[in-house]
């Protein structure tokens, strides 16, 4: 392949007219690489696989097994179309037509018969302006990140040298951190009492690290001490909690700022419990902000699992123990739901932890409270995408030898990944898969039916779905355990769009 060939870029023409095809790839492939799709199902399986290399899309109305507004309604749902620019080019023209494709985020219709030149012209303008916004969201998604990069830094770099004076572990921050982030992510799934949102959970993650800013004015002979504190030292250390919040208090100009008051909680209440015998005010039960609660619950478990100058560590399966036996003080009862249902989870990530340094850059992630309403290019948000992805990496890559798919409600399609080929003969894409007969010869309708109604009782606070069936694979009967995710639109009252999905032999 030459120099030349190697950076062309790719469009995709779906029509189901041959002549159509042949035209329009006529005028286009000196200058493109170009594929091809008979129908919208086609042009769906192919946006599938080849996402990252299209740069625009040309497409036809009425099409069979699929038509081009069924198209550009899964381009939304998979937020191709954030992306990939779509032309339709259409003989269908009346004013209904038009409106709706635009609704559904097309850049450009052309009538049909069209010129050639006007064509390629529009084209290369799309696909122009399109690379121009991706720019421009990618400079102002960059210098939120370094912002954001060098705000979290700060709060590290504050937090070690607390540590550094109190001769806790470096790791201590991260594990409270991550603790802190694997509760409530569960929480959320548990219970919609405390109206938790993915932004939250990243504040509250972060002002974490700043639960222990007040050890700084505790004598080192009392932080570091050996032994047993003697009453009046444990009354000194117990003032770290009063004396953080009031550091806080006196940052005037950021009173207002959610991080600020929010580390101002933790500061001060994660020594609280909820029987109300922990310190520096008694609170009992909910009058302990959640987020004080969850930090004191993650503060205390690496307590144990770590050295210290006064202990040894104990082991993950015995810090457990003692936190659900009730030996550390009252927690809330969901929090133990949530330390029992993540205990393994837990472990595992702390291993992960400990193999990397919290200097490092942390993974690159823009949220809601950072970019707030800013409006980025395209049909939808850039900040919804990132946080669609990042959903489906952490919701897959969990379980790497289970079968992944992913359905959407509005069509009625099943999406299948490469793993498929081993294990049965069913095609990548299965429109109206209740109706299918060879997803029904595995599973059967019973099964299929139950699953979609598990998917329907889920809500946007609680969107995990557990379903158990058996399933006739290729001669063997096996019991198989369907683990499920749905999905959300962001409008005021939210509306189910689909699920991802897991299955797996059930063990």
Same mark, same amino acid.
């Given at each position: 392949?030459?120099?030349?060939?190697?950076?062309? /870029?790719?469009?995709?023409?779906?029509?189901? +007219?041959?002549?159509?095809?042949?035209?329009?790839?006529?005028?286009?492939?000196?200058?493109?690489?170009?594929?091809?799709?008979?129908?919208? =199902?086609?042009?769906?399986?192919?946006? /599938?696989?080849?996402?990252?290399?299209?740069?625009?899309?040309?497409?036809?109305?009425?099409?069979?097994?699929?038509?081009?507004?069924?198209?550009?309604?899964?381009?939304?749902?998979?937020?191709?179309?954030?992306?990939?620019?779509?032309?339709?080019?259409?003989? &269908?023209?009346?004013?209904?037509?038009?409106?709706?494709?635009?609704?559904?985020?097309?850049?450009?219709?052309?009538?049909?018969?069209?010129?050639?030149?006007?064509?390629?012209?529009?084209?290369?303008?799309?696909?122009?302006?399109?690379?121009?916004?991706?720019?421009?969201?990618?400079?102002?998604?960059?210098?939120?990140?370094?912002?954001?990069?060098?705000?979290?830094?700060?709060?590290?770099?504050?937090?070690?040298?607390?540590?550094?004076?109190?001769?806790?572990?470096?790791?201590?921050?991260?594990?409270?951190?991550?603790?802190?982030?694997?509760?409530?992510?569960?929480?959320?799934?548990?219970?919609?009492?405390?109206?938790?949102?993915?932004?939250?959970?990243?504040?509250?993650?972060?002002?974490?690290?700043?639960?222990?800013?007040?050890?700084?004015?505790?004598?080192?002979?009392?932080?570091?001490?050996?032994?047993?504190?003697?009453?009046?030292?444990?009354?000194?250390?117990?003032?770290?909690?009063?004396?953080?919040?009031?550091?806080?208090?006196?940052?005037?100009?950021?009173?207002?700022?959610?991080?600020?008051?929010?580390?101002?909680?933790?500061?001060?209440?994660?020594? &609280?419990?909820?029987?109300?015998?922990?310190?520096?005010?008694?609170?009992?039960?909910?009058?302990?902000?959640?987020?004080?609660?969850?930090?004191?619950?993650?503060?205390?478990?690496?307590?144990?699992?770590? &050295?210290?100058?006064?202990?040894?560590?104990? +082991?993950?399966?015995?810090?457990?123990?003692?936190?659900?036996?009730?030996?550390?003080?009252?927690?809330?009862?969901?929090?133990? /739901?949530?330390?029992?249902?993540?205990?393994?989870?837990?472990?595992?990530?702390?291993?992960?932890?400990?193999?990397?340094?919290?200097?490092?850059?942390?993974?690159?992630?823009?949220?809601?409270?950072?970019?707030?309403?800013?409006?980025?290019?395209?049909?939808?948000?850039?900040?919804?995408?990132?946080?669609?992805?990042?959903?489906?990496?952490?919701?897959?890559?969990?379980?790497?030898?289970?079968?992944?798919?992913?359905?959407?409600?509005?069509?009625?399609?099943?999406?299948?990944?490469?793993?498929?080929?081993?294990?049965?003969?069913?095609?990548?894409?299965?429109?109206?898969?209740?109706?299918?007969?060879?997803?029904?010869?595995?599973?059967?309708?019973?099964?299929?039916?139950?699953?979609?109604?598990?998917?329907?009782?889920?809500?946007?606070?609680?969107?995990?779905?557990?379903?158990?069936?058996?399933?006739? =694979?290729?001669?063997?009967?096996?019991?198989?355990?369907?683990?499920?995710?749905?999905?959300?639109?962001?409008?005021?009252?939210?509306?189910?769009?689909?699920?991802?999905?897991?299955?797996?032999?059930?063990?």
């Amino acid at each position: 392949m030459s120099k030349k060939q190697e950076y062309k /870029q790719t469009i995709l023409i779906a029509d189901d +007219s041959e002549m159509n095809r042949a035209i329009l790839t006529d005028m286009l492939e000196d200058e493109y690489i170009i594929l091809e799709a008979v129908d919208g =199902l086609e042009a769906v399986s192919i946006l /599938q696989k080849h996402e990252n290399e299209i740069s625009a899309v040309l497409l036809d109305i009425v099409m069979p097994n699929m038509d081009g507004f069924g198209v550009l309604k899964i381009m939304n749902q998979q937020r191709w179309i954030e992306d990939i620019p779509v032309i339709m080019i259409s003989s &269908e023209s009346g004013a209904t037509q038009i409106e709706r494709a635009y609704a559904l985020g097309i850049a450009d219709f052309i009538n049909r018969p069209f010129n050639m030149a006007i064509v390629h012209r529009r084209l290369v303008n799309t696909m122009v302006l399109y690379a121009k916004q991706k720019k421009l969201a990618a400079l102002v998604a960059e210098q939120v990140y370094e912002n954001e990069k060098q705000s979290a830094m700060m709060i590290d770099i504050l937090s070690h040298i607390v540590e550094f004076r109190n001769g806790e572990s470096a790791l201590h921050v991260v594990h409270v951190h991550t603790l802190t982030e694997l509760m409530l992510s569960h929480l959320i799934q548990l219970t919609d009492r405390y109206s938790l949102t993915q932004a939250d959970i990243s504040m509250i993650s972060r002002a974490s690290a700043l639960h222990d800013i007040g050890k700084i004015s505790i004598p080192s002979e009392i932080l570091n001490k050996p032994g047993k504190l003697t009453f009046e030292e444990f009354a000194t250390m117990k003032t770290h909690t009063t004396i953080g919040a009031e550091m806080l208090e006196e940052l005037t100009a950021y009173q207002n700022e959610p991080l600020v008051k929010t580390a101002h909680d933790i500061c001060r209440w994660h020594h &609280e419990r909820f029987d109300g015998h922990g310190y520096p005010d008694g609170l009992k039960g909910d009058e302990i902000p959640i987020s004080a609660q969850i930090v004191a619950l993650a503060d205390v478990y690496d307590a144990l699992t770590s &050295e210290r100058v006064y202990k040894k560590a104990y +082991s993950h399966e015995v810090a457990v123990h003692m936190i659900l036996n009730g030996e550390c003080g009252t927690f809330n009862p969901l929090l133990m /739901q949530c330390l029992k249902a993540i205990a393994d989870v837990i472990e595992e990530e702390f291993k992960n932890k400990t193999s990397t340094s919290n200097a490092q850059p942390q993974i690159k992630r823009t949220d809601d409270a950072v970019l707030g309403d800013y409006e980025l290019p395209a049909s939808g948000n850039t900040l919804q995408l990132m946080e669609h992805e990042r959903m489906k990496y952490a919701f897959f890559s969990s379980r790497s030898n289970a079968v992944h798919f992913e359905y959407t409600f509005s069509p009625s399609m099943l999406m299948l990944r490469d793993w498929l080929d081993e294990r049965s003969d069913l095609p990548e894409i299965i429109l109206n898969p209740l109706e299918d007969e060879a997803l029904l010869s595995i599973l059967g309708k019973e099964a299929l039916t139950g699953l979609a109604d598990a998917l329907k009782a889920t809500t946007p606070e609680q969107p995990l779905a557990e379903y158990d069936c058996m399933a006739h =694979l290729k001669g063997k009967t096996l019991h198989i355990q369907f683990i499920c995710q749905t999905t959300w639109s962001s409008e005021e009252t939210p509306q189910c769009t689909g699920a991802l999905g897991k299955a797996m032999p059930y063990r």
